[in-house]
């Protein structure tokens, strides 16, 4: 069948799917089934429309219930239906999909399948329908190696073994990777692209955490061979966070040989999420060195175009200390320790503290409504710019004040957004009335041996904000979580030392105000004298 022809089957298709009472993606599925499993126990050449339609009854409702239409509704997606070869049907599958549910990029796809070598004899590849088309091709290239293509749904499993039931090296199982026992073979690769984000039931398994990723990845490791890899797509999260991510980590590096980290391409799976990602390859035995890379899209992605081309950016080689040195797993901040600001300040000899050690950090307060004669000021992002926070414009709420008493800001107190496209940073000064943060700053409270000015100056710096993008979590919103900046290295000299930077920064300013203010006020005076001489 050509490529139109195959088109205008699967809209075929789907127009048809909009006949039922009952339209949607599981519907469609069934109707699916209902078709292939009635091919499938039909004579060879019977069109009878009777016989057909009597042949699904029998063969189907047992699984998927009654049909929701009349035999000359089915006979037509029947006919339309049957006419699809197998990857026809996949690309139907796919459309159905309709960015509800996560699909795998064919980049994405080209990527895992490079790790099919000579050693690789047996490959498993969860919730396969994710994949699309680009399986094919991996499957008829690797003759000699066995598939085990899974699916979650009972129903997508019995479609999947119609359309594979050619390829003699391919296996489709049910199964549900989320939960322990999910098959009892090991396989020399496992590549896999788990449910981001959400939570499970897993009650009687011992899963370090209850998120789907990371049961997912601590589940999958099981089933590799003495020599085997997984390569499993993972949310930026476990790089980073704390509880149950920090003890997968831990436990990973304990019992697992970590091969390779690497970032991939902000967006890479729109429009289903815009979560950031990283690609993991982990095997049996110590981790040793780890190569670290970071992906970037050939092309620009958003919700109409996606990832085509994964393009290596940047690449790197840690040995085993420098990667246990790591904060979490953090491709970014591995890369931007690559920085030469970022360098410099890591070669220096000046004493450096966590942040968490000289300094409280907490999140503004969300907002909900407003009042012009409220007693307690609001400083939002747009309030803060380079000459500092400007006060006379903040948002006013009424509120007693115990109640935002955990918010009130302290003079000396640092702001750094937590949310938009650009970091701002200011230092609080004190105010008549009450002052807070809303919901999109952090803010850094320091302790007795470090003044807010002197971080302000060293988180606007070069290396300081390279640190700080390092932070940043998301895609079309960036976000430092609070949390995050208690892990940040800031240097901290003498008290002495820092006022002496302070001083200078504050005296250049003021010279550089005054200079300004005399430049206008005498370019002003040249422009009137010019205009009193035009007429």
């Given at each position: 069948?050509?490529?139109?022809?195959?088109?205008?089957?699967?809209?075929?298709?789907?127009?048809?799917?909009?006949?039922?009472?009952?339209?949607?993606?599981?519907?469609?599925?069934?109707?699916?089934?209902?078709?292939?499993?009635?091919?499938?126990?039909?004579?060879?050449?019977?069109?009878?429309?009777?016989?057909?339609?009597?042949?699904?009854?029998?063969?189907?409702?047992?699984?998927?219930?009654?049909?929701?239409?009349?035999?000359?509704?089915?006979?037509?997606?029947?006919?339309?239906?049957?006419?699809?070869?197998?990857?026809?049907?996949?690309?139907?599958?796919?459309?159905?999909?309709?960015?509800?549910?996560?699909?795998?990029?064919?980049?994405?796809?080209?990527?895992?399948?490079?790790?099919?070598?000579?050693?690789?004899?047996?490959?498993?590849?969860?919730?396969?329908?994710?994949?699309?088309?680009?399986?094919?091709?991996?499957?008829?290239?690797?003759?000699?190696?066995?598939?085990?293509?899974?699916?979650?749904?009972?129903?997508?499993?019995?479609?999947?073994?119609?359309?594979?039931?050619?390829?003699?090296?391919?296996?489709?199982?049910?199964?549900?990777?989320?939960?322990?026992?999910?098959?009892?073979?090991?396989?020399?690769?496992?590549?896999?692209?788990?449910?981001?984000?959400?939570?499970?039931?897993?009650?009687?398994?011992?899963?370090?955490?209850?998120?789907?990723?990371?049961?997912?990845?601590?589940?999958?490791l099981y089933h590799i061979n003495m020599d085997g890899e997984l390569v499993i797509v993972l949310p930026a999260k476990v790089t980073f966070a704390g509880g149950s991510a920090a003890s997968l980590r831990d436990y990973i590096e304990n019992n697992y040989k970590i091969k390779e980290i690497a970032a991939m391409p902000a967006g890479l799976f729109l429009p289903c999420t815009a979560i950031n990602t990283y690609l993991f390859t982990i095997g049996n035995g110590i981790t040793e060195d780890v190569v670290v890379k970071e992906y970037k899209s050939d092309k620009p992605i958003d919700r109409k175009n996606t990832c085509q081309n994964l393009v290596l950016n940047r690449e790197d080689l840690l040995f085993y200390d420098e990667f246990a040195e790591l904060s979490g797993w953090s491709v970014d901040i591995i890369f931007s320790e690559q920085d030469d600001d970022v360098k410099a300040y890591n070669s220096s000899s000046v004493k450096k503290f966590n942040l968490g050690d000289v300094a409280t950090v907490f999140r503004g307060k969300a907002i909900n409504t407003k009042s012009d004669k409220g007693n307690v000021g609001v400083i939002n992002i747009s309030d803060i710019s380079d000459m500092g926070i400007g006060y006379e414009k903040i948002d006013r709420i009424e509120e007693e004040e115990r109640k935002v008493a955990r918010y009130a800001l302290e003079p000396g107190d640092v702001l750094v957004t937590s949310r938009g496209t650009t970091i701002k940073t200011a230092v609080f000064e004190a105010q008549t009335m009450t002052c807070i943060p809303s919901a999109n700053i952090n803010v850094i409270r320091p302790k007795e041996m470090l003044r807010g000015a002197f971080l302000k100056l060293f988180l606007e710096s070069p290396a300081g904000m390279s640190l700080l993008k390092s932070l940043q979590r998301g895609t079309t919103v960036v976000n430092i979580n609070y949390k995050d900046l208690l892990d940040l290295e800031v240097p901290v000299p003498s008290i002495a030392e820092q006022d002496e930077v302070i001083n200078e920064y504050y005296t250049g300013l003021k010279f550089y105000k005054e200079t300004i203010a005399a430049a206008e006020e005498g370019w002003h005076g040249v422009q009137a004298s010019v205009q009193s001489k035009l007429y």
């Open positions: 069948m050509t490529e139109v022809a195959m088109n205008k089957k699967i809209w075929e298709l789907a127009d048809l799917e909009h006949e039922f009472e009952k339209n949607g993606y599981h519907i469609a599925i069934d109707n699916l089934y209902r078709a292939l499993k009635t091919k499938e126990a039909l004579a060879p050449g019977e069109n009878n429309p009777e016989t057909i339609y009597k042949t699904m009854l029998k063969v189907t409702e047992p699984v998927v219930g009654r049909f929701p239409g009349d035999a000359e509704l089915f006979n037509r997606l029947y006919n339309a239906a049957i006419e699809l070869d197998a990857q026809g049907l996949v690309f139907y599958m796919t459309k159905l999909r309709d960015n509800r549910e996560m699909f795998v990029p064919e980049a994405l796809c080209k990527n895992f399948m490079e790790h099919i070598n000579d050693n690789v004899h047996s490959v498993l590849i969860p919730e396969c329908d994710q994949f699309g088309t680009a399986l094919f091709e991996a499957i008829e290239n690797n003759p000699a190696v066995r598939f085990a293509l899974s699916s979650r749904l009972v129903v997508k499993a019995e479609i999947l073994k119609c359309i594979y039931s050619e390829y003699k090296n391919v296996e489709i199982i049910s199964a549900d990777i989320y939960s322990y026992g999910f098959t009892n073979e090991k396989f020399d690769l496992i590549a896999s692209v788990p449910i981001f984000g959400g939570r499970m039931l897993v009650e009687g398994e011992d899963f370090i955490s209850k998120e789907p990723a990371m049961i997912a990845v601590q589940n999958l």
